[in-house]
Nanobody
Framework: QVQLVESGGGSVQAGGSLRLSCAVPGNFGSTYCMAWFREAQMKAREGVAAIDTNRLTSYADSVKGRFTISSDNAKTTVYLQMNNLKPEDTALYYC??????????????????WGQGTQVTVSS
């Protein structure tokens, strides 16, 4: 079963930065929408950012201007650069793949391949 592999999580103080990475198998990056989701305690899974096969991006309002999603030239790694982190960004962050159109809605039900998640903790 294909699985995505996230890395780069950790603990940081408010105002700090982290960069998450997601290793993407084969031609996933050229075939699917790649997205980052997060799930905090007692909250629903939220689509944070997404990038489609044409490298068009979309973001949740809560992270616009602070987070940037990108991929390398070969589209084998997807990144989430997170700047000016806030305590409310604390969550388990997941990388996911879905049909290209799913990038627009960032609804987790539309994504079929997931990683195990990486924890991000932001202290005040």
């Amino acid at each position: 079963q294909v699985q995505l592999v996230e890395s780069g999580g950790g603990s940081v103080q408010a105002g700090g930065s982290l960069r998450l990475s997601c290793a993407v198998p084969g031609n996933f990056g050229s075939t699917y929408c790649m997205a980052w989701f997060r799930e905090a305690q007692m909250k629903a899974r939220e689509g944070v950012a997404a990038i489609d096969t044409n490298r068009l991006t979309s973001y949740a309002d809560s992270v616009k201007g602070r987070f940037t999603i990108s991929s390398d030239n070969a589209k084998t790694t997807v990144y989430l650069q997170m700047n000016n982190l806030k305590p409310e960004d604390t969550a388990l962050y997941y990388c996911a793949a879905g049909p290209n159109w799913a990038c627009y809605y960032r609804d987790y039900v539309n994504f079929h391949t997931w990683g195990q998640g990486t924890q991000v903790t932001v202290s005040s």
